[in-house]
């Protein structure tokens, strides 16, 4: 089993930055890429920034230039670090993993619970 727990959520003024925090925890071990989505209310969720193992990184268009997406693996913690922070960026945004599963040993995914950022004047 993984548990993913975000943290770093909040409000903020447009151009502000913040951090969002995903900790791993369970068979931490097996993890191998990690995803930041998004959910705004009415829309289906999209894919932000993915990060594999190794560091290599892709962004959606609407983030690329403002977001950093990162990963400590000696802490089992993934980052998403958002600057210049619009409007439209508010959302539940949720921190997701493939690792592989306890009985069957092959790769699955487990999500995080969601935090929630706005960003309004």
């Known amino acids: 089993q993984v548990q993913l727990v975000e943290s770093g959520g909040g409000l903020v003024q447009p151009g502000g930055s913040l951090r969002l925090s995903c900790a791993a925890s369970g068979s931490i071990f097996s993890i191998n890429r990690m995803y930041w989505y998004r959910q705004a209310p009415g829309k289906g969720r999209e894919l932000v920034a993915h990060?594999?193992?190794?560091?290599?990184?892709n962004y959606a268009d609407s983030a690329k230039g403002r977001f950093i997406i990162s990963r400590d693996n000696t802490k089992n913690t993934m980052y998403l670090q958002m600057n210049s922070l619009k409007p439209e960026d508010t959302a539940v945004y949720y921190c997701?993993?493939?690792?592989?599963?306890?009985?069957?040993?092959?790769?699955?995914?487990?999500w995080g619970q969601g935090t929630q950022v706005t960003v309004s004047s």
């Open positions: 997701s993993a493939t690792h592989r599963d306890t009985w069957t040993s092959k790769f699955t995914d487990s």
């Open positions: 990060i594999t193992p190794g560091g290599s990184t």
